[in-house]
Antibody, heavy 120, light 108 residues
């Protein structure tokens, strides 16, 4: 049973960089069938897709976040990461790491989510 | 971007009720539509993909329909475990993925 686990600081200061990691329990980050990505949810709000990465390193980002976001993949360590620069209070959210089944583009596995608060 | 609009944003229902809520896309997305259920404090869970295909393990009281721009999710007989928020997600554009704003199903 695949498990995804987010890790990283729960508090980030405005204008600084948010960094999160996601560990993939079964080492399947090199599978050609999946993307690996991030989705966030602001408190009491809906879901916002941030971006995906393929095992080759190809990335896809939300146009609204593209200028501030980088997703990377470490296949040797079976984890992938999110880096978001110049954060503001609007970036306060629960961040989920996810697996996307490419052929149908649905999110079939989710981490439990980690709350990141942007505050001084 | 493809915009997804869900309605209603919330509804009140009782155990045993048949409930239906809808998701509308700003563009024709064929049947590239997925549904998720989210309970408070939990990650969303995939219920239905490709508009009408039930994910493995999902009870048969859930069903999805639609194509093009209009979609619906129906729960044939609402159970206590079904009070949650439901989100649709378009998968037509794999490079820009968007969700609807959600429908919260509350107990009447």
């Amino acid at each position: 049973q695949l498990q995804l686990q987010e890790s990283g600081p729960g508090l980030v200061k405005p204008s600084e960089t948010l960094s999160l990691n996601c560990t993939v329990s079964d080492g399947s980050v090199t599978s050609s069938s999946y993307y690996w990505g991030w989705i966030r949810q602001s408190p009491g709000k809906g879901l916002e897709w941030i971006g995906n990465i393929y095992y080759t390193g190809t990335t896809y980002y939300s146009p609204s976040l593209k200028s501030r976001v980088t997703i990377s993949l470490d296949t040797s360590k079976s984890h992938f990461s999110l880096r978001m620069t110049s954060v503001t209070a609007a970036d306060t959210a629960i961040y989920f790491c996810v697996r996307t089944f490419i052929r149908r583009s649905y999110f079939d596995s989710w981490g439990q989510g980690t709350l990141v608060t942007v505050s001084s | 971007d493809i915009q997804m609009t869900q309605s209603p944003s919330s509804l009140s229902a009782s155990v045993g009720d048949r409930v239906t809520f809808t998701c509308r896309s700003s563009h024709d997305i064929n049947t590239h539509l997925n549904w998720y259920q989210q309970k408070p404090g939990k990650a969303p869970k995939l219920l239905i993909f490709a508009a009408s295909t039930l994910e493995s393990g999902v009870p048969s009281r859930f069903s999805g329909s639609g194509s093009g721009t209009d979609f619906s999710l129906t729960i044939s007989s609402l159970q206590p475990d079904d009070f949650a928020t439901y989100y649709c997600q378009q998968s037509h554009s794999t490079f820009v993925i968007t969700f609807g704003g959600g429908t919260k199903v509350e107990m009447k």
